[in-house]
């Protein structure tokens, strides 16, 4: 499973990349919003930390929009993709953007027929939302099932990123669900090392350490 962070927060990026646990970085015009920087400015910032795959998100509703934006925004570095709202618009560009090698995430999916659709477009990715789902008494979890097996039933390549993954059980369910890939907040990616019981474990393993005159 590959670990994206979920924010703009360069700083954040630059700590969790370091471990060598994340794979990639999703944005979307809220975490912008919050980073306070420029879009495009930290884009390539954040592209320049960071290999893997870096979504940035379109703005525009009309599809002949999207793609001016997309193909802005891939033209800012090699491991930009364009992400597209899961509209018959944004379905559109996906299909065109796809034909011309751009790597793409569909958002904003909240149903099993709208991943089938972004699948059908070519999508390289598909972002369903758990958290927002869960926010309305819908169990995010079940749709990332239900996407798993419609897509092994086809063999549609399109890659299944659980997203709005608010804390660490979301992370082991979105796994066990067979998600290719999930992206969560760092502080939740940082939660998921945390255990009390390895704390414990710790310090007593420290104590004897000390007494013992161990040094390695
Ligand atoms: C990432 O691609 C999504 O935009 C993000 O995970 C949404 O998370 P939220 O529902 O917590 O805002």
């Known amino acids: 499973m590959q670990f ?3 924010t703009a927060d360069t700083d954040a990026i630059r700590e969790l990349y370091a471990t060598g646990l994340a794979d990639g970085v999703t944005t979307n015009p809220s975490l912008i919003k919050k980073s306070g920087r420029d879009f495009k400015e930290v884009i390539a910032e954040i592209c320049a930390i960071v290999d893997g795959p870096v979504s940035a998100e379109v703005v525009a509703t009309e599809a002949d929009a999207m793609l001016r934006e997309g193909r802005a925004l891939a033209a800012l570095a090699r491991n930009v993709v364009v992400k597209l709202p899961l509209t018959l618009e944004g379905l559109k560009a996906c299909r065109q953007l796809t034909a011309e090698g751009v ?7 909240f149903s099993a027929n709208q991943a089938l659709l972004a699948a059908k477009a070519g ?13 309305i008494h819908i169990e995010g979890m079940e749709l990332i099932r239900e996407i798993r097996l419609i897509y092994d039933n086809y063999g549609f ?3 299944i990123l ?3 993954i608010r ?23 940082r939660a998921l ?24």
Do not use: W
């Not at 999508?123 to 926010?135: H, K, N």
């Not at 059980?169 to 990616?189: C, E, F, Q, R, Y």
């Not at 090392?193 to 390695?216: E, M, N, Q, R, Y």
């Open 103 to 109: 790597a793409t995430n569909v958002t904003l999916c």
């Open 167 to 189: 804390n660490p059980l979301h992370v082991k369910d979105s796994a066990m669900a067979g998600a290719d890939v999930m992206t969560a907040p760092p502080d939740v990616i």
């Open 162 to 164: 659980a997203a709005s």
């Open 123 to 135: 999508a390289t990715y598909v972002s369903p939302f758990i958290g927002r789902l869960d926010d």
């Open 157 to 159: 390549e399109t890659q």
């Open 193 to 216: 090392a945390v255990h009390p019981l390895t704390d414990k474990g710790l310090a007593a393993f420290l104590k004897d350490a000390a007494a013992a005159g161990i040094s390695v």
């Open 4 to 6: 994206f962070i979920d």
